[in-house]
């Protein structure tokens, strides 16, 4: 009983650090989610537990799918986001008068479903829990983000088994929203935005320790001459292409990096990536075009990454 107890501390510590995290690195989404299951907790220090977990159960699906789908601006502070302030502070009203109210009663919320596996806290609840589900499951592969779904049902859980009817608001969502935001940061950090691949920073990490490597660069001429919306359209066509081949792929200043362990597997695969995008057509727009490149290597001899890649750009000229 104290581990369960204890599981609503567990949950306040990662709401405050979910909060704060999404605060700093502007995840306006998940901020006003964490706000909201901060929210949540309200009720338990008025009311009775039970009286409680009635209203929670209820409003939570409610509020979390409604904040996880309706457009949020990317900046917190901004008028945009007016009406997710608003939602909250409507629920924390709502917190502090339904749970007092008499007529807010289990009995009025339960149809004598019979469950087999799950025995949740109110049958009204629950199917408001699988109605939002169901409309979260559909955004998750609208937007082929599935973190929102996963964290809804870790928001939920409690409610799920009336076994947790004696104990106070826990969730595992901020967990995961903790998860999701130190991933992304970790994505920006080393990975390319546009490409996916990874970038410079991984490059340095991934020839740490190695003393010997094939380093050979990818370069397109055109690229310098082109508009940049254009650039991107480009580039992220030659990454999928590329993404193909299982090698070490890096993009720095839009030259493609590529890495290999030894001279043999390095002419190889090199000789066939330049037959590959040879006849290769890639699309802009309405019109198809050949890529003109440059692919040239050179092996590590003791020499710095940025001396060597210094050295390749030099043959490009």
């Excluded at 546009?194 to 010997?212: A, C, Q, S, V």
Aim: glycine share 2%.
């Amino acid at each position: 009983m104290f581990f369960l107890d204890f599981l609503s501390y567990f949950s306040l510590i990662f709401e405050f650090l979910a909060l704060f995290l999404a605060f700093y690195f502007k995840n306006t989404r998940i901020f006003f989610i964490t706000l909201s299951l901060l929210i949540f907790h309200l009720p338990y220090f008025f009311n009775s537990i039970f009286q409680a977990h009635l209203f929670v159960s209820l409003f939570l699906p409610l509020i979390f799918v409604l904040l996880g789908v309706k457009k949020i601006s990317n900046k917190i502070l901004e008028k945009n986001n007016l009406s997710s302030v608003l939602i909250i502070i409507f629920i924390a009203i709502l917190g502090f008068i339904l749970p007092n109210n008499t007529n807010f009663n289990a009995s009025n919320l339960d149809f004598h479903l019979n469950f087999t596996l799950l025995k949740p806290i109110n049958e009204l609840a629950f199917l408001f829990f699988i109605l939002c589900g169901f409309i979260l499951i559909i955004q998750s592969f609208k937007r082929k983000e599935y973190y929102l779904l996963l964290a809804f049902v870790g928001a939920n859980l409690q409610f799920l088994f009336d076994i947790f009817c004696g104990v106070k608001y826990f969730e595992f969502a901020s967990l995961i929203f903790c998860f999701v935001i130190l991933y992304q940061i970790y994505q920006n950090l080393f990975f390319d935005t546009l490409t996916k691949l990874p970038n410079e920073k991984k490059l340095m990490h991934y020839l740490k320790g190695k003393d010997h490597y094939i380093i050979a660069l990818l370069h397109f001429h055109e690229l310098q001459y082109t508009q940049e919306s254009y650039v991107k359209l480009i580039l992220k066509q030659i990454a999928k292409i590329l993404k193909r081949f299982k090698i070490k792929i890096f993009i720095q200043n839009n030259d493609f990096i590529l890495i290999f362990d030894d001279k043999n597997t390095a002419l190889n695969h090199l000789a066939f990536l330049e037959s590959t995008l040879k006849n290769t057509e890639l699309k802009l727009e309405n019109e198809s075009f050949k890529p003109e490149f440059k692919l040239i290597w050179e092996e590590n001899k003791d020499k710095s990454l940025s001396y060597i890649l210094e050295s390749l750009r030099e043959k490009l000229s």
